[in-house]
């Protein structure tokens, strides 16, 4: 057991340990069976199969031990076995596992619709319904804003990414691998162009002057009468952790409301302290009609939730929203023990800290290395943008080779971005510094090998 200065209690050591010759044979074996019985269409970023994670610290079959820089794409942001969490579901599972919150509910649901009602932003009369999944959330907030409006037109952005299903493959911006050959996709969906800084034409441009920008074209394509709804990432994520100017948010958000437009936000990467507050729109005041929430909510459970205006979530006439596993016990009983882990051990704090901590290192090695075309995000949803030398032509290449440098060294690390050249560091939010500035170690020495 090792403690760090914020009183989180680790069972697994937090020391990176990793075998030269990794994959060992435990893991090798199991990718044999999986090749036999799982299909092919679904891919793992590394080749270990896990048997155990705590704090920062995945360790696999073999007795590896990875740092996770991924936390299972923002999942574990109180760590993949959080003590309240592991018991809280073992106490729900001894009760009951399922009952059905359409036919016998239970007050785990009303629980967590109480936290999320007081977590999110703004203080208006809110109502929350609960799903399983990121796409299950989004799909729900789009049939909530159609049928509170009597409209049809969803705005989604450049490089956004909402989930795999029908719709949100279509709210999707990026083809591969999400949607090319899975079509056709779900009508009435105009994409408008984001405010990404560091690939604008004009650098100078203001986030009021980008979100005119898609207005303007709302306007000409769509018209701001038809528009049901404008959804949008605060911080984009699969499609490179992209911080959008400032003011670019509050003037979409404000011309939505003037049009009766539903302002969506969707939060299911950034939310629950991974920016550094509650929810990534805080940080500039910005109050969506609705939110939607997935990944960090239930300290990995499955569990996803719409949280909005109680308007137009209370104008869906009775049963038109729901689904058998929506707001599973377990889950619920879990949310709402990360939820209390979350302000215990003041992961907001946390992750303000991981931001000055990494940035910091970042910023220094950007200024020394050229294929580091830029460096953004906010809290601990923080990214390297890489670039070929003096350009800023995207560099894949490079960015694919450190991820898998990281990974032999015994770093989990995520790429993403709609030209797959940026790395994002996700670390569940109760990670050591001891243990980041190991992970920021290898890291930069993937990079200065790649320059
Ligand atoms: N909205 C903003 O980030 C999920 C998906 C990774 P689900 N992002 C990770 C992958 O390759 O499938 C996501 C998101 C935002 C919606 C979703 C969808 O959430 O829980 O994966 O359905």
Redo the contacts with the bound molecule.
């Keep these: 057991m090792t403690t760090t200065a914020n009183e989180i209690t680790y069972r697994l050591e937090q020391k990176r340990k990793v075998q030269a010759d990794f994959p060992g044979p435990k893991s090798v074996a199991l990718t044999e069976r999986r090749k036999a019985v799982v299909a092919g269409g679904v891919a793992s970023s590394v080749p270990v199969y896990a048997a155990d994670a705590d704090g920062g610290i995945i360790q696999d079959v073999d007795g590896n031990s990875f740092i996770d820089l991924g936390a299972g794409?923002?999942v574990t942001s109180v760590g993949a076995s959080d003590p309240a969490v592991v018991g809280a579901v073992k106490e729900a599972v001894e009760h009951f596992t399922h009952t059905c919150f359409m036919v016998t509910p239970y007050e785990g649901y009303i629980a967590v619709a109480e936290q999320l009602n007081r977590l999110t932003p703004g203080d208006h009369e809110k109502r929350t319904v609960l799903f399983?999944?990121?796409?299950?959330?989004?799909e729900n907030a789009v049939k909530v804003a159609r049928l509170a409006t009597g409209r049809d037109a969803v705005v989604a952005f450049d490089h956004?990414?909402?989930?795999?299903?029908n719709l949100?493959m279509a709210l999707t911006a990026k083809a591969m691998?999400?949607k090319t050959n899975f079509g056709p996709f779900a009508p009435e969906v105009y994409r408008m162009p984001m405010s990404y800084p560091f690939r604008e034409e004009n650098p100078e441009i203001t986030g009021a002057e980008a979100a005119k920008r898609a207005i303007t074209m709302i306007e000409k394509q769509i018209g701001g009468e038809q528009v049901a709804a404008i959804i949008i990432?605060p911080i984009?994520?699969?499609g490179g952790f992209i911080v959008p100017a400032k003011g670019f948010l509050p003037a979409l958000a404000a011309w939505a409301k003037e049009k009766g437009i539903v302002f969506i936000a969707?939060?299911?990467?950034?939310g629950f302290c991974r920016t550094g507050e509650w929810f990534a729109v805080n940080h500039e005041g910005v109050v969506p009609d609705i939110i939607?929430m997935?990944?960090g909510i239930a300290g990995g459970m499955?569990l996803?939730a719409i949280t909005g205006r109680a308007d137009l979530l209370d104008a869906v006439h009775p049963g038109g929203l729901g689904g058998t596993y929506g707001g599973n016990p377990v889950a619920c009983a879990a949310a709402v023990a990360a939820i209390g882990s979350m302000e215990e051990y003041d992961l907001n704090r946390r992750a303000r800290h991981i931001e000055e901590l990494v940035l910091g290192r970042l910023r220094r090695l950007q200024s020394e290395v050229g294929i580091i075309g830029d460096v953004r995000g906010r809290g601990a949803m923080l990214a390297i943008e890489f670039v070929k030398d003096g350009t800023k032509d995207p560099h894949a290449d490079a960015t694919k080779a450190i991820a898998a440098q990281c990974l032999k060294d015994g770093v989990i690390i995520l790429t993403c971005g709609t030209y797959g050249n940026v790395i994002r560091l996700l670390p569940p939010l109760v990670i050591g510094d001891e243990l980041l500035n190991d992970a920021l170690d290898v890291l930069e020495a993937a990079i200065r090998a790649a320059a």
């Design positions: 794409i923002a399983n999944s990121g796409a299950e959330a989004v956004a990414y909402h989930g795999r299903t949100t691998p999400y990432e984009q994520g699969e969707d939060e299911v990467q950034s939607t997935a990944k499955p996803s």
